[in-house]
C-alpha cells in the first residue's frame, strides 16, 4: 500500500514538467517559485521513500518480496532519473536545490539497502526452512547453490534458488 502511495506521489512529482515548472516563473510573485515548488515534491518523495523503506523492512513472506521488487526497482531507477532532470533544470534556471537532492539521494540509498536487506534476511529464512525439509537430489543441489550464492553476497540468486526448491517441494506435495 505504502509503496502504491509513493508511486503516486513520484508520478505527480514526474508530471511537473520543466516547461510547465518555467511557466510558473512568468506568474505573479504570490505563486511559488520553481524552485519552492521543487523543494517541496522532493520533500515529499523523501517522506514517501522513508515509509517505502520501512514497509519494506517489515516484509516476510517471499511472494510479498517478488512484488515489493516489481515495484521498488522500478521506482528507483525513475527517481534517479527525476533527480538527474532536476539537476539539469537547476544549472540552466540557478534553482537552489542542492540540499534536497542530496538528502533524496541519502532516502534512495536507505531503500535500496532495505531492499537488499530484505531480500537477504528472507532468503537466509528460506534457506533455514528448506534445510529442515526432505529433499531430492536436483533440490539438495539447488539448494547447495542457493547457499553458496548467499555466502558470496548474491542475495538474489540465493533467494531466486531457494524459491525454486521450495517450489518445487509444494509442487511434489501436491501432487501426493
Given at each position: 500500500?505504502?509503496?502504491?502511495?509513493?508511486?503516486?506521489?513520484?508520478?505527480?512529482?514526474?508530471?511537473?514538467?520543466?516547461?510547465k515548472?518555467?511557466?510558473?516563473?512568468t506568474?505573479?510573485?504570490?505563486?511559488?517559485?520553481?524552485?519552492?515548488?521543487?523543494?517541496?515534491?522532493?520533500?515529499e518523495?523523501?517522506t514517501?521513500?522513508?515509509?517505502?523503506?520501512?514497509?519494506?523492512?517489515?516484509?516476510k513472506e517471499p511472494?510479498k518480496?517478488?512484488?515489493?521488487?516489481?515495484?521498488?526497482i522500478?521506482?528507483?531507477?525513475?527517481?534517479?532519473?527525476?533527480?538527474?532532470?532536476?539537476?539539469?533544470?537547476?544549472s540552466?534556471?540557478?534553482?537552489?536545490t542542492?540540499?534536497?537532492?542530496l538528502?533524496?539521494?541519502?532516502?534512495?540509498?536507505k531503500?535500496?539497502?532495505?531492499e537488499?536487506?530484505t531480500l537477504?534476511?528472507?532468503?537466509?529464512d528460506?534457506?533455514?526452512?528448506?534445510?529442515?525439509r526432505?529433499?531430492t537430489?536436483?533440490?539438495?543441489?539447488?539448494?547447495?547453490?542457493?547457499k553458496?550464492?548467499?555466502?558470496?553476497?548474491?542475495y538474489?540468486?540465493?533467494?531466486?534458488?531457494?524459491?525454486?526448491?521450495?517450489?518445487?517441494?509444494?509442487r511434489?506435495?501436491?501432487?501426493?
Amino acid at each position: 500500500m505504502l509503496f502504491a502511495v509513493a508511486i503516486a506521489g513520484f508520478l505527480f512529482f514526474t508530471n511537473e514538467k520543466p516547461a510547465k515548472i518555467a511557466e510558473t516563473q512568468t506568474e505573479t510573485q504570490t505563486e511559488p517559485k520553481p524552485a519552492e515548488g521543487i523543494i517541496l515534491a522532493l520533500g515529499e518523495l523523501q517522506t514517501q521513500i522513508e515509509q517505502a523503506t520501512e514497509s519494506l523492512k517489515e516484509i516476510k513472506e517471499p511472494q510479498k518480496v517478488l512484488e515489493a521488487r516489481n515495484i521498488v526497482i522500478p521506482f528507483i531507477e525513475a527517481t534517479k532519473e527525476t533527480i538527474a532532470q532536476i539537476e539539469k533544470l537547476e544549472s540552466t534556471q540557478n534553482l537552489k536545490t542542492d540540499n534536497e537532492i542530496l538528502a533524496t539521494r541519502n532516502s534512495i540509498d536507505k531503500l535500496q539497502s532495505a531492499e537488499r536487506l530484505t531480500l537477504a534476511r528472507v532468503a537466509n529464512d528460506l534457506i533455514q526452512f528448506l534445510k529442515t525439509r526432505t529433499l531430492t537430489e536436483s533440490e539438495q543441489e539447488i539448494l547447495k547453490n542457493a547457499k553458496q550464492a548467499y555466502s558470496d553476497g548474491n542475495y538474489k540468486q540465493a533467494f531466486i534458488n531457494a524459491m525454486l526448491v521450495r517450489q518445487l517441494i509444494e509442487r511434489r506435495d501436491r501432487d501426493k
